[in-house]
């Protein structure tokens, strides 16, 4: 063998471990995250529920519902303060039992927060200033949802279960406005960011004994619209920011992850539903990124899949946590937020906090 071949053969070696040991890694990376879950997780209280985000993207408020060890729970009885910046948890603030959903005002000066139980029909300001909580907010006959309004004046609360009831708070005062009746249950809620409409993803007052459809409801008087029919029960809402659709996820059966399931996209200026988007395992929640780009899906085997709003066709999923499939219904993404910036995805599945960069 001349000098020559001798050193192309070398080098060529070389170059193939090289690539061998990027290859390999890189196969490492990939499946790490769509395998074991994404790179960053972090703790919030035992058991973290609902989380949402300060508008100015500082801070991530998680409820502690508390967890669940396959025989015996504990309740939570905090909202937990944790840094964005160094993903670090502050004081918990004790807002008595099972706190599980959670709307914050524009100005992000104060909480509302909503009790996972209905023993427990209260609503409980908190002053984020200065980390003290107000008096109560009572429903005697209960509180299951609620949504806050643009210009942070008013909460609008799901009074009741099957009550078909949606009660506005004046958010200064906590005093209880009129009553809006509808006609079926506010499984889900969403305000147009114009402060307009707020649509409901609703069933027939009884659940599971009706039509399933999202109702429109106009804000200024008080009165719902005409009905949109949807399929397969509507189980989560959310709105583009630019306030030009709707999705609807569908879950027919919440306990089936063999379906059917769906994503329905509204337009509202119309109204008019398109053909709706037949998904995978079991869709739970859902969250539209900033930039109106992508609808994100919880689905209850640990996964997000990206939905395009321009194409409506599915991304490749994300694995927020390992899967276990020990048949607890909590263990899957129950929360999303996302970032103001657009760059970081936030998801509770199983008992912790999952930080997924998706965008730039």
């Known amino acids: 063998m001349t000098a020559r071949r001798m050193w192309i053969t070398l080098s060529l070696t070389a170059w193939v471990a090289i690539a061998a040991v990027v290859l390999a890694q890189h196969t490492i990376d990939v499946a790490r995250f769509l395998f074991l879950g994404p790179a960053v997780t972090f703790q919030a209280g035992r058991g973290p529920d609902g989380i949402v985000i300060s508008p100015d993207g500082r801070t991530l408020y998680a409820a502690d519902d508390g967890y669940w060890t ?6 939570g009885h905090a909202v937990t303060p944790i840094s964005l910046t160094t993903r670090q948890a ?17 100005d992000g000066r104060r909480l509302f927060v909503l009790p996972n139980n209905t023993d427990h029909p209260v609503i409980r300001p908190v002053d984020l200033t200065t980390g003290r909580v107000g008096s ?4 005697p006959g209960g509180a299951t949802g609620m949504v806050m309004a643009p210009d942070g004046r008013t909460l609008y ?6 009550t078909a009831l949606i009660v506005p708070v004046d958010v200064a005062t906590g005093r209880e406005q009129p009553a809006i009746r509808i006609p079926g249950d506010a499984y889900a809620m969403v305000i147009t960011p114009d ?3 707020l649509y409901t993803a609703s069933g027939a007052a009884v659940p599971g004994y009706g039509p399933d459809e999202v109702i429109p409801v106009d804000l200024a008087s008080g009165h719902a619209g005409t009905p949109i029919l949807v399929p397969n029960e509507p189980v989560g809402i ?5 306030g030009h659709t709707l999705y609807v996820i569908g ?15 509204i337009d509202t200026s119309t109204g008019k539903p398109a053909k709706p988007l037949s998904l995978g395992p079991n869709p739970q929640t859902l969250a539209i990124s900033p930039d109106d780009g992508t609808v994100y899906i919880g689905n209850d085997n640990h996964t997000i899949t990206p939905v395009s709003t321009a194409t ?23 929360s999303m937020a996302i970032a103001p910036d657009g760059r970081t995805l936030y998801a509770v599945d199983n008992g912790k906090i999952a930080a997924i960069p998706i965008g730039t």
């Not at 609360?157 to 099957?162: K, L, M, P, R, S």
Request: charged content about 15%.
């Open 70 to 75: 396959g025989s015996s729970s504990v309740n």
């Open 136 to 139: 109560p907010l009572r429903f």
């Open 157 to 162: 609360v799901d009074a009741g279960t099957n």
């Open 195 to 197: 402060g307009k409409t």
């Open 90 to 106: 502050g004081q918990p603030i004790d807002v008595g039992p099972d706190p599980a959903s959670l709307a914050i005002t524009p």
């Open 251 to 265: 879950n027919d059966n919440d306990y089936d992850v063999t379906g059917p399931h769906s994503l329905t996209a």
């Open 238 to 242: 959310a709105i583009t920011p630019n």
């Open 312 to 334: 409506g066709k599915p991304g490749p999923s994300i694995r927020t946590a390992p899967w276990f499939p020990s048949g607890d219904e909590s263990l899957y993404p129950i």
